[in-house]
Each structure stands twice: as structure tokens, then as C-alpha cells.
């Protein structure tokens, strides 16, 4: 019998309904497993366990009546701590926002809670959700479970921690540069950048707390242990709550293909703007024969209808513009003033190639985003033109597997050190790039691990609205790779 750590979240909510086991008995075993593997961890920041309980109570107490509120019922989970939730902080890892309680919670969570759903803590991340590894002065580090001397990605890596340990079964993200894609690649677990826009992102910090609007490029999603779990929690995340109310519901398509042999499928592994490491490279290549085996047509080229490196340049651009509009208004007048000197200057200050652009980007006028915006739409145009030939596209997430703790204060100067080369710090982000300047959908699932014992997954690249695609492909790799196992530490 598979252990309650790494049982899917669907098959509990089944043994909820089938009066199997109950939501108390399972809440109190996720808060067992917290209390003995987190303190190692850090994956877990703030717990509200005396609630849960209750709620798990309530849960049990409608079942015995046969009654059930959603297809999450009764099923404990924690929360990405960038999403309000009521009863716990919500920090974004900052300090001023200690004491920050939600009066109510954020669009996604709520979407969560009135399917059921038991919410029994938050999860770390970096400083207001800006870096990719996770560490803040409020909250301090969350290690990887497969390696606690590197780091599990962020900014959702206290999450993927937390369920490659086993402390959570589901979880909810947030995706802007790789933001749930990079720590599920680094933790081996599964996770899914969703279409922009159609879940909402109200009670996202950031924005500023209690903002309305939603902002360019950032997207809510799904991390599992399973793609089933994807598929279910897609489905809770973009049903309206009651109280909302919308004059549109959003119904994605079913999966445009089912079985493996239905599928043709473009492979882009190598690109000289960001080339990966051997052992994803041998791994990938041993995927792609494999999925001939079941069927699927995989062409391996790299696309000729667009420039990678001017869609990587254009997404710095926008994601720049992102970030210098959240920040406070004495802050962003500085990065207008000085952002076309340090444009000029990032030849000479040794930031990474293209980073000029991100600087560019930060204090850029309405009128330089709206010519950006309208290339963005041209490559779009061009590049989904693909969709055409092929289901969906595989690339890599990142070019390496985890990379040490390293909280040097400048990111972008940062190197990253693997197989004794060093690369920089914003290798990270061309390959999914791709999904977020578009705005497609983009899974990222497991697809091995190196000669260290590392896990590494592979992005699957839908068109726009295709979500359920991607994740149907990312099942034919989940029946090739066999489930998820937790580290040997935390498999007891």
C-alpha cells in the first residue's frame, strides 16, 4: 500500500469519499510530518494547525451525512506565501509585512477552499517573490530534500520542497520568470505555468496588497506529485467561487490528442543562446526514444520561424517593465531616471549578456511597452504558427540541475558553477521565456536525474488554452518515468 506522503491528492480525496480514512486522521499525519522534517527543511514558514483540525472535523462530519463540498474535500494543503490566506500572514518574505493578516483570501486560494480544501500552512520564498532560489531575511532558507547544500529554486521553492518531502500533497504557485517551472525542476516534482489570465491573481503579493489588477506575464498554477493532481487541481483553480460571480467562465478544451501515437511532437534541446548540461542532454535524447516506442512522432530540430535571442531580449524587456512598476513610487523614479545610463553602462559593469535589456525595460514610457508589446504579439503569431505541425513543443526548463545556496546580494551578477564551467546566474531564464512572453501554457515534468542523483525536468509547450494538452502529454512521460518517489531521507 502506497504511504500517505506520497499519495496523490486525488486518490485521498477518494479514500475520503469511500470512508477509507478520514480528513483528521490525514491532516494530523501532514502536521506530524511537518513538526519532524520541516525544521531541516525550512520549506514551511507558518501553520495555522488548530484551524485545520476544526475544518478537518467539519469535513468528516459532512461525510458521515454523505455530503462532500468539492473534489478537494477534506484534503490538507499549504499555500505558496505570496497568496493572502486568512488566519496566517502573508509576508511575501519581507519583513514590513510581518503583521500582515488578509481579511479574506486570495481568488485562487478561495477557489481551493470552497472545493474543499484544508489549508494548513504557508511556504517560503524569496523577497517579495523576486529570485530564483528561496531565502528572506523574515523567514531565512528552505533547502532542496534531495540535497540540503543547494538550493530547491524559487520563487515557489519552498513549495516544491514541501512536496518532494512529503509535507503537502498539492500546492498552489506562482509563475513569472520560471517561478514554478525552475523549483520543480530542481525538486522533481510536477508543476504547471497555466494560459495568462485565466486564473485569477488577486491577493497575489505582489502587487501591493489589496490590488486589483492583474500583472503582465505572471500566472497562478498547480505543483503535484502527479499529473493527475495537475488535472485536478486545473479544474477547481479556474471554476468561479460562488461569491464571484463572473459573466464568463472560463472551459478550456479537452486535450486536442489522447493517446501517445495521436501525438507529434517538436524536441528543441540545443540553442548556442543557452546550452545544457551533458547529463540532461543524454537523458533527453534516451526520453525521445523512448516516446517513439509508445508511438509519439518526435521531430528534434531547433525552429527557424523566429530568433530566440530576440524573443529572450523582448522578455527581459517586459518582465523589467514589471518589476520597476512594483516597486515603491521614490524607488521607480530612480530606475527611470537611471535606467538608460545603466542601459549604456551594463557593457562595462560585466551583468550578463541581454541583461541590459531588463534594465531598459524597468524604466521604459508607456509608449516604448506598447511598441514591445506589439513585437510580442508578431513573434507570437509567428511562433504559435507551430502549433499547426505540431501538438506541443519540449524544451528544457533549465540548463543544469540545482545549484548551491549562493545569496549574493546583485542576482544578475551571480555565476552558477556546474561540472566545473561557469555560466551565469540569468542562464535560467531564456528556455521558459518562451511560454511566458507568449503566454502559454508550459508544464514542467520530471524527466530523470543526473550522475549525482539530481532530478531534472522537461518543459511540454502548449498553444494558448491548450492546458490540458500539455498535461496529457506530460502523463505519456509520467507512464514512461513511473512515479514520483520521495528522497530516501524522507521515505521512511
Known sequence: MQKISNTSAFDLAKQIKDKKITSVKLTKYFIERIQQHNPSLNAIISTDFEN??????????????GEFIGPLHGIPMTIKDSFEVVGMPTTSGSKRLKGHFASENAAAVQRLVDAGAIIIGKTNLPLYAGDLQSY???????????????????????????????LTPIELGSDIAGSIRTPSHYCGIYGHKTTYGIIPFKGHIPGLPGTLSSPDLAVAGPMARSVKDLQLMLDVLIKDSPNEQSPLQIRLPKASKKPPKSFKVLAWIDDPLCPIEPDLATRYKALFKELREKGVTVVEQSPDQFDFTEVYELYLNLLGGVMGLTQKDLQQQIISHSAGLLGKLAKFINFPPHFEHFVRGAGQS???????????????????????????????????????????????????????????????????????????????????????????????????????????????????????????????
Open 52 to 65: 485545520a483540525l476544526t475544518q478537518a472535523k467539519n469535513a468528516d462530519a459532512l461525510a458521515r451525512k
Open 366 to 492: 508607456h509608449f516604448s511597452w506598447l511598441k514591445k508589446n506589439e513585437r510580442r504579439e508578431r513573434l507570437k503569431a509567428k511562433f504559435t504558427q507551430l502549433y499547426s505541425e505540431y501538438d506541443v513543443i519540449l524544451t528544457p526548463v533549465v540548463p543544469f540541475t540545482a545549484i548551491p545556496h549562493d545569496h549574493s546580494p546583485i542576482m544578475a551578477l551571480r555565476k552558477v558553477t556546474t561540472r566545473g564551467k561557469e555560466r551565469y546566474y540569468t542562464d535560467h531564464m531564456p528556455w521558459i521565456a518562451l511560454a511566458t512572453v507568449f503566454g502559454l501554457p508550459a508544464t514542467s515534468a520530471p524527466a530523470g536525474k543526473d550522475r549525482d542523483g539530481m532530478p531534472f525536468n522537461i518543459q511540454i509547450i502548449g498553444n494558448s488554452y491548450q492546458d490540458k494538452t500539455t498535461l496529457q502529454f506530460a502523463s505519456i512521460i509520467e507512464a514512461i518515468n513511473g512515479e514520483f518517489e520521495l528522497p530516501e531521507a524522507y521515505n521512511e
Open 136 to 166: 528572506n531575511d523574515l523567514h531565512g532558507v528552505t533547502n532542496n530534500p534531495w540535497d540540503h547544500s543547494k538550493t530547491p529554486g524559487g520563487s515557489s521553492g519552498g513549495a516544491a520542497a514541501a512536496l518532494a518531502a512529503g
